[in-house]
């Protein structure tokens, strides 16, 4: 049976999407000269900042185009659904951001993402604009610690990338610029979990099987398997499950500060994420660890899944100066 | 003796677009499995615009290593994702391999089969055993080089580089997967044929019925 969406044809809906999009947001984004797919940020990219250009898949709005504004990213280059776009829009960002002090690649770390941005920057470069890239490796899920490199980006991309795009606003160096983008990621920890599929539009077909009573612990946000499945159970367990990881691995000491996000998958309401997130700052409380923000909602989607995830960015004085640099994109706000 | 020409390739590559067509649905339900669900459409999207633009090609014009090249490109643009580079090089390698020919012939075949399978590898970072399109390619290749020293036929050629793609997917359910997507998955990979070497076996069955 084919799941129900509202959609023309499932082969045009990343374009259609598009158009909506800068229907929507005309003070906010263009896309680049005979390249749909780039979509640049109308007030940011300037001479003598550094560009940031970020990209992925379609299917996790806001992510990424959504991030796209003064004091955040300058361009995102867009793919299909769930797949890196190309290295050509990708490349027709870099141009359009370029100030001549250097172009940032951050997006999540996936095999094709890697690679499609990897040959955009090789072409970049014949073009004689440097490009150097930051990974986002946040998903605690996705492979052990020793092994952070291999991680996955998933929904901490919001925290990493609006650190990475306050410090190219503040106009730093290029080297500051990167450096901050990495201690972002290094700072930023994300576990998910799923309780059911999301479909492509182009098939239309659950794109994976979960009972009903169940839920899968560490899901990555194109349905990769976690790490374990399990009875569904409460959101205070599911809450203290994901954030037992997340601060095993951060470690914060009493005192400490963090930034939170509750994210939705998708289709998972507000009302559940609240009720996540009143057990993250009960835990948080407990350990003394002080939430200097949080965010609730939609930042990382996969389409219509059903689930949630929590990151928490492990501040320091600059990180949060960098999170509170205000910013203004088509789907997203601060300061 | 074969002589295939730009029009040979082109019959190729229409195979190819056919034979991915109609096993989008089933790569999909492979990745599904242990990846994003997304493969057969990648693959379809890709070989579907590769023969678009061959179609606008005037065949008689070129030789096969622009057409190659023609063909890297418009399954570049289309597609991105991981299939986008991976095939995108396997294309532009195998345009270097027979640059200058008008027609190929049985070893032009067999370099342009091996240098995919180095495109692939290369670009990738793949290496055999790691649960990728690799382990069908390589081995395809290998056999292919080998049936050619033999002596044998073009049709053997390919009859022994589709037999050891075949070979390939197929042992990829014992491998855990250290490389893509599923990488992450660790011994949950275990039992599941790669989506990536199982279009393997689809585009290198179409080549064969192509070209053979």
């Given at each position: 049976?084919?799941?129900?969406?509202?959609?023309?044809?499932?082969?045009?809906?990343?374009?259609?999407?598009?158009?909506?999009?800068?229907?929507?947001?005309?003070?906010?984004?263009?896309?680049?000269?005979?390249?749909?797919?780039?979509?640049?940020?109308?007030?940011?990219?300037?001479?003598?900042?550094v560009?940031?250009?970020?990209?992925?898949?379609?299917?996790?709005?806001?992510?990424f185009?959504?991030f796209?504004?003064?004091?955040?990213?300058?361009?995102?280059?867009?793919?299909?659904?769930?797949?890196?776009?190309?290295?050509?829009?990708?490349?027709?960002?870099?141009?359009?951001?370029?100030?001549?002090?250097?172009?940032?690649f951050?997006?999540?770390?996936?095999?094709?993402?890697?690679?499609?941005?990897?040959?955009?920057?090789?072409?970049?470069?014949?073009?004689?604009?440097?490009?150097?890239?930051?990974?986002?490796?946040?998903?605690?899920?996705?492979?052990?610690?020793?092994?952070?490199?291999?991680?996955?980006?998933v929904?901490?991309n919001?925290?990493?990338?609006?650190?990475?795009?306050?410090?190219?606003?503040?106009?730093l160096?290029?080297?500051?610029?990167?450096?901050?983008?990495?201690?972002?990621?290094?700072?930023t920890?994300?576990?998910?979990?799923?309780?059911?599929?999301?479909?492509?539009?182009?098939?239309?077909?659950?794109?994976?099987?979960?009972?009903?009573?169940?839920?899968e612990?560490?899901?990555?946000?194109?349905g990769?398997p976690?790490i374990?499945?399990?009875?569904?159970?409460?959101?205070?367990?599911?809450?203290?499950?994901?954030?037992?990881?997340?601060?095993?691995?951060?470690?914060?000491?009493?005192?400490?500060?963090?930034?939170?996000?509750?994210?939705?998958?998708?289709?998972?309401?507000?009302?559940?994420?609240?009720?996540?997130?009143?057990r993250v700052?009960?835990?948080?409380?407990?350990?003394?660890?002080?939430?200097?923000?949080t965010?609730?909602g939609?930042?990382?989607?996969?389409?219509?899944?059903?689930?949630?995830?929590?990151?928490?960015?492990?501040?320091?004085?600059?990180l949060?100066?960098?999170?509170?640099?205000?910013?203004?994109?088509?789907?997203?706000?601060?300061? | 003796?074969?002589?295939?020409?730009?029009?040979?390739?082109k019959?190729?590559?229409?195979?190819?677009?056919?034979?991915?067509?109609?096993?989008?649905?089933?790569?999909?339900?492979?990745?599904?499995?242990?990846?994003?669900?997304?493969?057969?459409?990648?693959?379809?999207?890709?070989?579907?615009?590769?023969?678009?633009?061959?179609?606008?090609?005037?065949?008689?014009?070129?030789?096969?290593?622009?057409?190659?090249?023609?063909?890297?490109?418009?399954?570049?643009n289309?597609v991105?994702?991981?299939?986008?580079?991976l095939?995108?090089?396997?294309f532009?390698?195998?345009?270097?391999?027979?640059?200058?020919?008008?027609?190929?012939?049985?070893?032009?075949?067999?370099?342009?089969?091996?240098a995919?399978?180095?495109?692939?590898?290369?670009?990738?970072?793949?290496?055999?055993?790691?649960?990728?399109?690799?382990?069908a390619?390589?081995?395809?290749?290998?056999?292919?080089?080998?049936?050619?020293?033999?002596?044998?036929?073009?049709?053997?050629?390919?009859?022994?580089?589709?037999?050891?793609?075949?070979?390939?997917?197929?042992?990829?359910?014992?491998?855990?997967?250290?490389?893509?997507r599923?990488?992450?998955?660790?011994?949950?990979?275990?039992?599941?044929?790669?989506?990536?070497a199982?279009?393997?076996?689809?585009?290198?069955?179409?080549?064969?019925?192509?070209?053979?």
């Amino acid at each position: 049976m084919q799941t129900k969406k509202i959609i023309n044809d499932g082969s045009r809906s990343v374009d259609e999407m598009l158009e909506g999009i800068l229907a929507a947001h005309p003070r906010h984004l263009k896309s680049a000269a005979g390249s749909p797919r780039s979509i640049i940020a109308r007030d940011g990219p300037r001479r003598g900042k550094v560009g940031l250009v970020i990209g992925g898949g379609s299917g996790h709005e806001p992510t990424f185009l959504g991030f796209v504004g003064k004091g955040l990213a300058d361009a995102a280059a867009i793919g299909n659904v769930f797949a890196s776009p190309p290295p050509n829009p990708i490349l027709e960002c870099a141009k359009a951001v370029n100030g001549g002090a250097g172009v940032l690649f951050m997006y999540g770390n996936y095999a094709g993402d890697v690679m499609n941005f990897d040959m955009a920057a090789e072409m970049a470069a014949m073009d004689d604009i440097e490009v150097r890239t930051v990974l986002s490796t946040d998903d605690v899920a996705s492979a052990p610690r020793d092994q952070r490199h291999k991680r996955r980006g998933v929904a901490g991309n919001f925290f990493i990338f609006k650190a990475a795009g306050a410090a190219c606003d503040r106009m730093l160096s290029f080297d500051e610029c990167e450096r901050i983008a990495r201690k972002a990621n290094d700072h930023t920890f994300t576990m998910g979990v799923a309780l059911s599929p999301c479909s492509l539009p182009q098939t239309r077909r659950p794109n994976f099987e979960i009972g009903p009573d169940e839920m899968e612990i560490g899901m990555g946000i194109h349905g990769e398997p976690g790490i374990a499945r399990g009875k569904l159970s409460t959101a205070d367990e599911i809450t203290d499950e994901m954030l037992d990881k997340i601060l095993d691995e951060m470690a914060p000491a009493r005192g400490d500060k963090v930034a939170v996000l509750v994210n939705s998958l998708g289709s998972t309401p507000l009302m559940e994420l609240y009720i996540m997130n009143r057990r993250v700052k009960r835990m948080l409380d407990d350990i003394g660890v002080s939430i200097h923000a949080t965010w609730v909602g939609n930042y990382c989607t996969s389409l219509e899944m059903a689930g949630a995830s929590v990151t928490l960015m492990h501040l320091d004085g600059e990180l949060q100066t960098m999170l509170d640099h205000p910013c203004d994109c088509a789907m997203f706000r601060a300061g | 003796m074969t002589a295939i020409d730009t029009a040979g390739l082109k019959t190729m590559f229409d195979e190819i677009s056919v034979a991915i067509e109609a096993d989008r649905d089933r790569l999909c339900q492979l990745d599904g499995v242990i990846g994003d669900a997304d493969h057969g459409i990648a693959m379809a999207l890709g070989f579907g615009a590769v023969r678009d633009a061959l179609a606008a090609l005037d065949l008689s014009a070129i030789e096969p290593t622009a057409l190659l090249n023609t063909a890297a490109k418009s399954f570049l643009n289309a597609v991105g994702a991981s299939s986008g580079p991976l095939y995108a090089t396997a294309f532009m390698r195998s345009a270097a391999a027979v640059k200058g020919k008008a027609v190929l012939e049985d070893a032009d075949v067999v370099a342009m089969l091996q240098a995919m399978a180095q495109g692939i590898r290369d670009r990738g970072k793949a290496d055999i055993g790691e649960k990728t399109m690799v382990d069908a390619w390589q081995p395809a290749a290998e056999a292919a080089a080998a049936a050619h020293a033999a002596g044998k036929t073009l049709t053997e050629i390919l009859d022994a580089a589709f037999a050891a793609a075949e070979r390939g997917a197929e042992a990829t359910k014992d491998m855990i997967a250290s490389k893509g997507r599923s990488s992450r998955l660790g011994e949950r990979s275990l039992g599941h044929m790669d989506p990536g070497a199982a279009s393997a076996v689809t585009v290198i069955g179409a080549m064969r019925k192509g070209l053979a």
